[in-house]
């Protein structure tokens, strides 16, 4: 299993906190997409990049946000 960072798309509001909070910048709001609450959600852009590091999960007000690491 890889590094993997679910958002569940139909709780996120697109607060915009874990795209600051992330450290390699690899969560952004998709402007492009609304969920059923008329939010625009979060999305990971670049998940090989992600370190797992658990920032964004921590960080989010709803909760929406999973974070799973890679065990060697």
Known sequence: ???????????????????????KKNVRINREK?????YNPAAVI???????CGVCG?????CAIKVEKELR
């Open 1 to 23: 299993m890889a590094n993997r960072v679910t958002i569940d798309e139909t709780l996120c509001k697109g607060c915009n906190i874990c795209t600051i909070a992330c450290p």
């Open 46 to 52: 670049n998940m090989e990049s992600c370190v797992a």
């Open 58 to 62: 921590l960080v989010c007000p709803d």
């Open 34 to 38: 609304f969920n059923a609450r008329g």
